[in-house]
């Protein structure tokens, strides 16, 4: 994997962590401007899908096996967008919160894959 991928993508997902909650804490919902925001960390995610599945496919194999890596990169690229149409289903402060939230768990994701990569 590419670490400064892995930093970049935790760091996005943090810095969105805290706008959602930010949002949250003034009792706003997700609006158009954290939409976008949502779009980088994903996109970001995405490519980390694709950078991984071409390292496996050059045979570069993760300390702790294939199979929890592919399934911590597929995670990790559904996170936001399905925190995403949540906050969209709950347009409150919860659905900031739901998206603060997920994007928590995507910088959490991000430490267990370079964990499991081997990093």
Do not use: N
């Not at 911590?72 to 900031?96: D, H, K, M, N, V």
């Amino acid at each position: 994997m590419l670490d400064a991928l892995t930093i970049a993508t935790g760091a996005a997902a943090l810095v969105l962590a805290a706008w959602c909650g930010f949002a949250a804490y003034r009792d706003q919902p997700t609006k158009d401007w954290h939409f976008i925001g949502m779009a980088v960390v994903t996109f970001l995610a995405l490519v980390q899908l694709v950078v991984g599945v071409v390292r496996l496919a050059q045979g570069d194999k993760p300390e702790q096996g294939t199979t929890i890596f592919v399934a911590y990169l597929i995670g990790s690229a559904a996170c936001i967008p399905a925190a995403g149409f949540l906050s969209l289903a709950e347009r409150t402060r919860w659905g900031s919160v739901t998206v603060a939230a997920g994007a928590l768990v995507l910088a959490v994701l991000e430490v267990r894959l370079y964990d499991i990569w081997g990093g």
